[in-house]
């Protein structure tokens, strides 16, 4: 790898981690450094910071995406999975600081700027209907993960191994590009948008209400916790995990050749 690429990698896998330490005491540390009840936002952070633990199903069925090695990594957990089918899952590299920003800041941008998108077109579109309302988010938050995965795919800092060659440019190059991947992102963010924009007047979305009925605070603020993440999960998982390893058994040709710093079986 090239030590202007090198640069640049690095340079994105710790300017993101430093935007997640951001993210992190704006709307997690700062509230409760103050003895204030988290919000939906800072629930929301916790989630995404931990959905990191569910980022080896990539590889669930076929080793089908890598991390850059050169990233600061650790051996993934992912074979520890129930039910894990693919060779070799500690090759995996899961880098730590590159996941724990590129997680908060774009899930936690994505569904910001997609109740944005929803409040202006509320103000402005008021004849719009949710289904047109949510179809501009999805075309947005599409448009998010296409342009964050060329910067990433473009400066090596990931690789995808088994995409769907029939739907996939520069193919067998290392920076190949699976064209359903930004619809995959684009339903995810879709579902949490939805989510955020269902809160109430006292800042509860959907699947926390009901939670004042447990007579602690601390108790009501991990049921609203575990009902998000929750959702999140179920989002993560139905709308991107399961068609992303779908779409690895469409490929019929041999992986691209990759750099050594990409370990694949």
């Keep these: 790898m090239s030590p202007m690429k090198l640069c640049l990698l690095h340079g994105l896998e ?19 450094f103050r003895r204030e009840p988290l919000g ?4 929301f952070v916790l989630g995404a910071i931990l959905l990191n633990f569910w980022d080896p199903l990539d ?15 650790v051996e ?23 996941v724990f920003g590129a997680y908060t800041w774009a899930f936690f941008l994505a569904v910001r700027m997609g109740c944005a998108i929803l409040g202006r077109l509320k103000r402005t579109r008021p004849s719009w209907g949710p289904l047109r309302g949510f ?8 448009a998010l993960s ?7 795919l473009r400066i090596g800092a990931i690789a995808n191994v088994h995409p769907a060659n029939q739907l996939t440019l520069w193919n067998q190059q290392p920076y190949g590009w699976p064209l359903y991947n930004p619809v995959f992102f684009g339903l ?15 800042g509860l979305s959907f699947v926390e209400r009901g939670a004042q009925v447990v007579q602690s605070t601390r108790g009501q603020a991990i049921v609203r916790f575990l009902a998000t993440f929750a959702f999140m999960e179920v989002a993560y998982i139905g709308l991107y995990f399961l068609p992303w390893n779908a779409m690895a058994f469409l490929r019929d040709i041999p992986p691209p050749h990759l750099p050594t710093y990409f370990p694949v079986p």
């Design 59 to 73: 590889n669930y069925w076929l080793f089908s995406f890598q991390y850059n090695a050169h990233h600061l990594n």
């Design 76 to 98: 993934s957990w992912g074979g520890y999975i129930p039910g894990w089918h693919s060779q070799h899952a500690e090759l995996w590299a899961v880098p730590v600081a590159f």
């Design 135 to 142: 179809g501009a988010v999805f075309l947005a938050s599409a």
């Design 40 to 43: 939906f936002d800072g629930l």
């Design 146 to 152: 296409a342009v964050a995965e060329l910067v990433y």
């Design 188 to 202: 995810t963010w879709t579902a949490m948008t939805a989510l955020r924009w269902s809160r109430n007047d006292d």
């Design 14 to 32: 710790w300017g993101q981690f430093a935007v997640f330490l951001v993210i992190l005491y704006r709307f997690v540390a700062r509230p409760l």
